[in-house]
């Protein structure tokens, strides 16, 4: 495989943007991103959209984008995998790369999920699951199918609902460090815990927000990184990736997603690396359960350890692996197609060291990086390693 | 890059499939594909998933596919190219294997349009350009899109409301040798004539029918086709794609789709042959204009001489290029995300030679195949070009 490096990042405002349509929101992050990376439209041969896309006006959008964005007339594709999407979208913009079919791609992921309203977006989400039948006869939404995961988690390990609320607290202090994030406040464990039930034990705080954004990559080869001079290529070493069975009743157990730990030991095993050298990582924080289970299927501690993990103050800035210190899926948002994209942005953020305010640098001993992106409950699963 | 062949083709019954839900339909192309290549579910690293999805229950259905073949496990991702969708599934598994990243990729394309009526699903399809501004303000439809086309083309090459009707007549009479094809029936250009009025010069019978369908490719490395001991291979020689304006009224011309240019140019540059070596091409004839912009497009003659190609039936088994012998979008059918895989599975069985019944068999001199399918209306092109 040839080598693919990000060589250039945008990163809309996420939050509700009523003030802009889908293309205007794409262009908030393409128009950075090809800056970034010294640019124009003109230069991107090949362009891969994530993007769920059942939310707003345009729902085949990846043309009306290119359009806005001066893209016309590049290689186009929309690219879908649940809240995986992003992800899924930087992996076939990285394998066109990496096979030797272009040098340059631009990689958007766009989601506007406030054009429906509430209860409609979460009749959407829970579909992104065995829809006929968990959905439709059991009832089941997505809050209540990681609540089944919460519930096992608790048993068997002891956590508590307290503890949960810890992730929401250490996303919500970082997200009120970055200007882009959605929900800009710092919050108590006492907040969490008097928000209004959602599906016990998850509660209002513990779930993601229904967001708008968009952010966006330059990925372009090895031969084009030195082509362009680039001062500070960020190195794609690895992906992985797996999917897990449509229906819940069809796994052994609610205490990890069995497609988070095969897609993060191909990723590991690709870019030669072990959990304890990752030096910072965004995980699918969608609900708070979902952190602690990321840090388990990712290696970073053993089974039920998560949750001393987040107690200890491990993963945030200065403990031992800083984790979604640009305020996660909790805080910063969750726009479907973009956020698997803004994961990278903010890891290729990371690695250059660049973050401002410094108190969300995390510090950087090996320059290894990761990015852990699920799909539905575990349906899909990317996990991206990437050095500096 | 690395080389790529198509070692297993699979391809449902096209048509009113009420019969089956989506996942029952993929599994009717996923099952052969494997079969022909020998191989299980167990041994497909990669899949990818070609479909709208805008019609029916499954909004996401990748992962109820994924389960219902037994694919849990691999690396699932949907994609979206307009009616290209097809193509560009193709592409996502092709550079894939290309890359290095997977030695196998299973490809499924599946649409089951017939969930919706018939108005909504013409809506939904005239979605697929400028929505807000053309579809909605100005009441452009999908067929009066291409009628814009049809009428310039009319205007200025002296092509009548006839000649038109030859394109539906030669695929209706290989239809009728399909039987997989949707409208197995032999039609006359006085049928065409007297259809009904979908938008002028265009009838009914000038348009692609609203199919269900599905069809399926496993595609391998070179490595794993010597390790298979695969008897024909069929290689991936070369890819071209290309997108055009979301607005129509940003288009030069209505004489020809500049993105299929385009993608044509790129794909026979990179697979080093030239429009007069293609032995038999499927083209994307959503109505009967479509497929003679597409041989003028595609270099199979020149500017304004389409309509002489159709008139001495040079497109027809015996005549210089056959064109569409398995019916086409207009009578085989046009689930969309189905459609380009199909046209792969088509060319597929041309190069090995083993087109049932013998009246359908183009004659291979070069043994060299082509496919063209576009998105919308030239809004998406890929052009694969297939050698044995």
């Known amino acids: 495989m040839r080598r693919v490096a990000v060589i250039g990042v945008g990163h809309s405002r996420f939050g509700d943007r009523q003030d802009v349509n889908v ?6 992050s393409v128009k950075p991103a090809l ?13 891969t959209v994530g993007s769920i896309g059942v939310w707003y006006e345009e729902p085949l959008p990846a043309v009306a984008i290119a359009e806005y964005c001066g893209l016309t007339g590049a290689g186009l594709v929309r690219v879908e995998a649940a809240c995986a999407t992003g992800s899924a979208a930087v992996y076939s913009a990285y394998t066109a790369i990496a096979s030797g079919a272009v040098d340059l791609a631009l990689v958007v992921g766009v989601e506007k999920m406030r054009e429906v309203d509430t209860s409609l977006a979460v009749e959407l989400i829970g579909r992104a699951g065995s829809y006929l039948w968990e959905f439709e006869y059991f009832g089941m939404t997505f809050p209540s199918y990681y609540a089944l995961y919460a519930t096992a988690y608790m048993n068997r390990y002891g956590a508590t609902e307290e503890d949960l609320a810890l992730v929401a607290v250490k996303n919500h202090k970082y997200a009120a460090l970055n200007p882009l994030a959605h929900l800009q406040k710092e919050i108590s464990v006492e907040d969490v815990l008097s928000s209004y039930m959602i599906s016990w034990p998850l509660k209002l705080y513990d779930c993601s927000p229904i967001t708008d954004g968009s952010a966006a990559l330059v990925l ?4 084009k990184v030195r082509e362009l001079r680039v001062d ?23 205490l990890g997603l069995d497609a988070a730990v095969k897609a993060s030991q191909m990723a590991y095993r690709i870019a030669g690396v072990r959990p304890d050298q990752i030096d910072s990582a965004n995980v699918h924080d ?48 969750h726009p479907i197609g973009a956020t698997g994209v803004s994961m990278i942005v903010e890891q290729t953020k990371q690695l250059r060291e660049e973050v401002k305010p410094s ?14 992106n699920v799909g539905g409950t575990g ?6 390693v990437l050095k500096r």
């Open 232 to 254: 500070t290529p960020v190195w794609i070493a690895g992906v992985g990736y797996s999917s897990g069975s449509s229906t819940l009743s069809q796994r052994s157990d609610f």
């Open 23 to 28: 293309k205007e929101l794409a262009f908030e």
């Open 359 to 372: 108190a969300r640098q995390a510090p950087m001993k090996n320059y290894i990086a990761l990015t852990h």
């Open 379 to 384: 349906h899909y699963c990317y996990v991206t």
């Open 35 to 47: 800056e970034d990376a010294g640019l124009t439209p003109k230069d991107i041969p090949y362009v």
């Open 286 to 333: 969608c609900f708070t359960i979902a952190e602690l289970l990321a840090y388990e299927d990712l290696g970073f501690c053993r089974r039920g350890e998560g949750v001393k993990m987040i107690r200890d103050g491990e993963t945030e800035i200065g403990g031992r692996i800083p984790v979604n210190v640009d305020g996660g899926l909790k805080a910063k948002g």
């Open 220 to 223: 372009a080869s090895e031969e």
